[in-house]
């Protein structure tokens, strides 16, 4: 499904409401399903929100592993994960508007 998403921390920390609402969006196809992870041993759900203009599968910001959706309010959801960038991993949650 094509969707806006927003990041709600940096680094594991909570952004400002206000931060939030300024930053650009990320605009594209949202998938959900499962992938085995090496390193946690076990098959988790992963979200990724693929570039819909590219050809093939390309990745528009880090996949969320062991996602999980917290929140669906009519267009709106919210889904929170470990996202892994550069070796280091985070907890992150994204707001989700579907378009």
Do not use: C, N
């Amino acid at each position: 499904m094509k969707v806006k998403v927003k990041k709600v921390l940096e680094g594991g920390k909570h952004l400002s409401t206000e931060d939030v609402k300024k930053s650009a969006p990320f605009i594209g196809l949202l998938r959900m399903g499962e992938s085995r992870s090496r390193r946690l041993g076990r098959t988790v759900a992963v979200a990724t929100l693929f570039d819909e203009k590219q050809v093939g599968s390309v990745e528009i910001i880090e996949p969320l592993q062991d996602a999980v959706v917290t929140a669906i309010d009519g267009k709106m959801m919210r889904i929170r994960g470990i996202e892994e960038r550069a070796g280091v991993s985070s907890y992150q949650v994204w707001h989700i508007e579907v378009l």
